[in-house]
RNA sequence: GCCGUCUUAGCACAAUUGGCAGUGCAAUUGAUUUGUAAUCAAUAGGUUGGAGGUUCGAGUCCUCUAGACGGCACCA
């Protein structure tokens, strides 16, 4: 994997040709759509006329050896726009492209090798020779072009190196990030399960909610700090107010609704509206700004069935949100003490993160675009400010303001949104919301809605993945196994035990009935980050000996010592 | 929602291609009192996701349905 990607990705999109052109020996009715190359591989989304499965893909990498069987030249031709019309007069798809090209005057060219030819811009190897340790992964449905009113094609996944080695190495490292996966270490360590009854609706277990109650500790301490109060407005409001804000024209396929008597509610998607009431409840001085509005909103959405995938994607969600409300010339330093704030939290959990700036749609967009130019460059300027690397995603800010969103991956290397930072120009106006300057004049505030965590949900999801279940002291839900050797020796553990409850440690005991090495073993398969061993030469010298999760060492030390290393080593929450 | 795959005991998986539903772990009970990743034995555990069909006979084949998984689309 030290390879470097350019070379890489040559050999890959080799391998795509390779795979289209043993595809269309096998199935000459096959209709090539495109086939880059993608982070850790390649794919080829295929139009076949039967549905084909995952046995295939072995006859087609049989079909793709032989033809690499012997070597070829890879060649590249330009032809004309004419020439290109007739070479893929029976692909749909490729004079779908060729037109597009044609049109922006791009050069047309075709990759040959053998009888086989493709259109593509290139570039790639000089011959195949090279191709030769790949592997087709997996099929998946796709739309051609991503459109879901158009076709949808055979996507064929898979990856090739220079090496058997790297290839070997490849694949046991995918299987060593699938140990990692939230929905297994999850269930491993009881923190949530999920039921056919409520698909989408995760159940914390208890683990799961000594988890979810630290981090929410920590995240309204860091609140309380940063000048947020908190708010809980309801799950269930009317039908108005959802036509007010707009969420009724704008998000209502994603929402669910219920009767109370005769009246249409709707079950929040968002925090947003519940906060505005809260806002108005209230008259506002300019003195008072900004105002930071924080709640754990439980929201739900109709999400599509396929979409659903662990804590990662559910139906129903807690947003860490926050509504700040706050005058033009607060802005800027308000996001940048956010940007500062996101920071401080991700570092907390280690994990790596970026930055995506989101502007305005092109066309479905509310507000002046002179104000959404100012927002953006708002967003812009605090980023740049602190010199934070970052990528713009234009025109896909919301419908009411651009963004800012902070992208993890798991440990599969997908991407989720998690933090986001968003200027609402819209609420402010539909609610008609205010505060009074010093003039005495009624003027607008400025809207933020933000969230570090997105969903505690799927934070808990990343942080499952990140910490592979070793989560660190503060977070774990079992801290410490206390193991007694014998009989004899478990007076003391419940003594220490009950001093740890004390101190709001997480203790647990298991008793003499197995052998210490079987207890050792669960200690270590339940991921507690210690473990103590007390028999006769603890009794004896009233201290413990104990040992970290993952490691060997065996470390004695005094019981004081030991408590006060825990409550440090808790309290640093590190 | 769409394409493909999958669903067998609490969990991980078998069942020789349509012929007596099994193994390991976990659980329960008993014995063992143990010094750092699995002590021994016994017991219990199932309408094979659900409904329908083909067949003398279905875990296995077909249809429908629910859920999950990998993608696509959509999104925190």
């Not at 391998?15 to 000459?28: D, I, M, Q, R, W």
């Not at 990030?177 to 360590?189: Q, S, T, V, Y």
């Not at 996101?342 to 989101?358: A, C, G, M, R, W």
Request: aromatic share 12%.
């Amino acid at each position: 994997m030290e390879l470097d990607n350019e070379a890489l990705r040559l050999l890959r999109h080799s391998t795509a040709h390779v795979l289209a052109e043993a595809v269309l020996k096998l199935y000459p009715e096959a209709k090539l759509g495109i086939g880059p190359t993608i982070e850790e591989g390649f794919y080829y989304d295929i139009k076949f006329d039967e549905p084909i499965v995952d046995t295939d893909l072995a006859k087609i990498e049989k079909e793709m050896h032989k033809l690499l069987s012997t070597n070829r030249k890879i060649e590249k031709e330009i032809v004309t726009y004419e020439k290109a019309k007739e070479l893929f007069k029976d692909n749909p798809y490729k004079l779908e492209l060729i037109e597009e090209y044609h049109k922006e005057g791009r050069e047309l060219s075709i990759y040959k090798q053998g009888s086989f030819y493709d259109l593509c811009a290139g570039p790639h190897l000089e011959e195949t020779k090279p191709i030769k340790y790949f592997k087709l992964l997996s099929l998946a449905g796709a739309y051609w072009r991503g459109d879901v009113k158009n076709d949808q094609l055979t996507r064929i996944y898979g990856t090739a190196f220079y090496s058997q080695e790297d290839l070997t190495n490849y694949l046991t490292l995918v299987e060593e990030r699938k140990k990692r996966d939230h929905r297994l270490i999850g269930k491993e360590m009881k923190i949530f399960m999920m039921s056919e009854y409520g698909p989408g609706f995760p159940f914390f277990l208890p683990n799961g909610m000594i988890i979810r109650d630290e981090l929410e500790n920590y995240w309204k301490e860091l609140h309380r700090k940063h000048g947020y109060e908190f708010i809980l407005t309801p799950t269930m409001l009317s039908k108005e107010l959802w036509l007010t804000s707009g969420h009724y024209a704008n998000y209502k396929d994603n929402m669910f609704f219920s009767h109370i008597d005769e009246k249409e509610f709707a079950i929040k998607p968002m925090s947003c509206p519940g906060a505005m009431l809260v806002y108005k409840n209230d008259l506002h001085s300019y003195r008072e700004l900004p105002i930071r509005l924080a709640e754990l909103g439980h929201v739900h959405r109709y999400e599509a069935s396929g979409a659903l995938s662990g804590l990662f994607r559910v139906r129903a969600f807690t947003q860490d949100d926050a509504h700040i409300f706050l005058r033009e010339d607060q802005l800027q330093d308000e996001i940048i003490t956010l940007l500062k704030l996101y920071d401080t939290v991700y570092k907390q959990f280690n994990l790596p993160y970026h930055i995506e700036l989101s502007t305005r749609p092109e066309d479905k967009y509310i507000g002046s675009i002179d104000i959404w130019n100012k927002s953006e460059h708002a967003l812009e300027e605090a980023i740049k400010h602190l010199g934070i690397p970052y990528k713009i995603n234009p025109g896909d800010g919301a419908f009411y303001g651009p963004k800012l969103d902070f992208k993890l991956k798991d440990s599969m290397n997908r991407i989720w949104q998690c933090g986001t930072i968003q200027l609402d120009m819209n609420l402010p106006e539909r609610f008609d919301i205010t505060y009074i300057d010093q003039n005495n004049e009624k003027v607008r505030p400025i809207m933020l809605h933000r969230a570090i965590f997105g969903s505690i949900e799927r934070f808990i999801g990343i942080l499952i993945e990140n910490y592979a279940g070793h989560f660190p002291l503060w977070l774990a839900p079992e801290q410490v196994a206390i193991l007694p050797v014998a009989k004899p020796h478990e007076e003391k553990a419940i003594e220490i035990a009950s001093k740890l409850k004390e101190l709001n440690l997480r203790p647990v005991i298991f008793t003499s009935e197995e052998k210490l090495g079987y207890r050792m073993r669960q200690a270590q398969m339940r991921k507690i980050p210690y473990t103590i061993v007390l028999g006769d030469e603890e009794l004896n010298s009233s201290s413990v000996t104990y040992r970290k999760a993952m490691q060997k060492e065996q470390i004695n030390v005094s019981l004081d010592e030991f408590i006060a290393m825990l409550r440090k080593e808790r309290d640093e929450r590190s």
